[in-house]
């Protein structure tokens, strides 16, 4: 993603991590050595007034002020001595003080060492950085007049305070660099924690635009994003019952505004269709009952094949009539069609199931095949297994030869189709437009044979047009297929 927050949420902490280390490496290097030199000058300053204390009060040549000075001396590294008129050392911090005598008397009276610069100048004592003309090293120095007319001499190498402020700069910078990393670590892990719910909210909201309500929202953070999370949920549940409501009131309105043209002309075919459907059992019932009523036989069994084939054509006639009444109510508008987000392979499955025993009967195998594990479509769902059911009992009726039934389920975009196979001889190509035509026969024998009205795919078609989804059948070498398809979103 170009422009994910996880990246620019890391970046952000990144940079400012890099920038705050940067920002004390450059005042530690630009400040760090002046802080150490004010420090080391007050450092001199205090030693200048415990000594000069010391001396004025004549305990600065006591054992108990010895030890004071050793520890002020070895704590901050200070060369010290103290003469009197005489050039005679009172106090030194070191066993060897003639050297720094010397240095003493000859900034009074000789020679001095090049002054760099002064950071102090008072009536009886300068402080500056001078470098030592033997040596070439550099030393802050603290010399004067004490109050008792006492000379005296303090030296502090710098060297060693730029060493250390160096030393600290290394440190600051080989900590910065470790701290980088650690926090580098922490902040990828913070931001995965962080965008985790928000890449889930993205991916939810992707699929509701396609307008797939399945994906919910199943955080355990219980902050703005959680809280974001549960109303993305209840959004989802509003608008599939919504875009459910308005699917049906579609599909009403677009049925109403077909009816009124469509119902005069299917009652003149009904009345035509019915008059010439059920004039062949009407005429064998009246036949065979006026046999009897004659006493054409006396036979008690041709009797009784003659109330055989009454009682067949009757019930015969009576699933007619049923199919008839339940094609008219589809195509004059007055049944409803509820639409509704259903799974579409259970509804196979379970159909499939309920005609096992008679597949078994005729030694048919089905095979089931689909696309995918679960598939969810928007239609009538008791209509749809209506169809699905006078596919599957035309596979039945007509399968021969390998005796196989492939029932299928093909997802693509946002339609699934559903298609019924059969072995056995395929449909003449001048029957394929009639089939749907209500009373249509291919073979009239054989579709008497199993009961047949001819009325079965013209429901199929009427279903499916209720929708305004397609349907269709195609020819093979080796049988015939029917399908049709619904929408998935």
């Known amino acids: 993603m170009k422009y994910s927050i996880k990246k620019q949420f890391a970046m ?49 040549i006591s054992e108990r002020f010895d030890i004071e000075l050793q520890k002020i001396c070895g704590k901050y590294n200070i060369n010290m001595v103290v003469i009197d008129a005489d050039s ?117 909201s ?48 677009q049925n109403d505004i077909a009816q009124k043209d469509r119902v005069d002309a299917m009652r003149r075919e009904f009345i035509a269709n019915v008059s010439h459907e059920l004039k062949t059992p009407i005429a064998l019932i009246q036949g065979y009952a006026e046999g009897l009523q004659e006493g054409i036989s006396d036979d008690p069994e041709s009797k009784a094949f003659y109330c055989e084939v009454i009682i067949d054509e009757a019930n015969k006639m009576n699933n007619m009539v049923k199919k008839i009444m339940t094609l008219s109510s589809l195509e004059s508008g007055n049944d409803t069609v509820t639409m509704e987000r259903f799974c579409i392979t259970d509804l196979i499955r379970n159909t499939i199931q309920s005609v096992s025993i008679l597949t078994k009967q005729n030694g048919i195998q089905i095979k089931f095949s689909q696309s995918a594990d679960s598939v969810y479509a928007w239609a009538d769902e008791f209509k749809i ?64 044979e199993y009961g047949g009205s001819g009325v079965g795919l013209s429901i199929v078609k009427a279903i499916m047009e209720s929708m305004n989804q397609g349907y269709g059948v195609i020819n093979y070498e080796n049988g015939v297929e029917f399908w049709f398809e619904l929408d998935t979103k």
């Not at 760090?32 to 200048?48: N, W």
């Not at 000789?110 to 950085?129: A, D, V």
């Not at 797939?212 to 999370?229: I, Q, R, S, T």
């Open 206 to 253: 992707k699929k509701m635009t396609n307008l797939d309500f399945e994906a919910k929202y199943h955080g355990e953070v219980k902050n703005e994003v959680g809280l974001l999370g549960e109303h993305m949920n209840q959004m989802a549940e509003t608008l599939e019952k919504t875009i459910s409501q308005l699917k049906t009131a579609n599909i009403e309105l």
């Open 385 to 448: 297994e209506e169809v699905f059911r006078n596919y599957l009992s035309n596979a039945i009726n007509h399968c021969s030869g390998d005796k196989i039934i492939q029932v299928k389920l093909v997802t693509h975009d946002t339609k699934v189709r559903v298609s019924v196979f059969n072995t056995g001889e395929p449909i003449q190509v001048t029957s394929i437009e009639h089939l749907w035509e209500k009373f249509y026969k291919v073979d009239k024998a054989r579709t008497r």
């Open 88 to 204: 005679e050392t009172i106090k030194s911090s070191n066993n060897n003080p003639e050297m720094m005598t010397k240095q003493l008397l000859s900034k009074f009276f000789g020679k001095k060492n090049r002054t760099q610069s002064i950071l102090t100048e008072k009536e009886n004592y300068m402080i500056e950085i001078t470098t030592d003309h033997i040596t070439q090293t550099e030393y802050m120095e603290m010399w004067g007049i004490l109050d008792n007319g006492n000379l005296f001499l303090f030296r502090i190498p710098v060297e060693g305070i730029r060493d250390s402020a160096s030393i600290a700069n290394q440190f600051l910078a080989y900590g910065g660099i470790f701290a980088a990393l650690i926090g580098a670590i922490v902040i990828i892990y913070v931001s995965n924690k962080v965008t985790e719910p928000i890449l889930q909210l993205t991916e939810i």
């Open 12 to 60: 952000i902490f990144v940079l400012l991590m890099a920038g705050t280390i940067l920002l004390c490496w450059f005042i530690n290097t630009t400040f760090l050595g002046r802080f150490y030199i004010e420090k080391r000058r007050q450092v001199l300053l205090h030693a200048y007034d415990t000594i000069n204390a010391a001396a004025s009060d004549g305990s600065i």
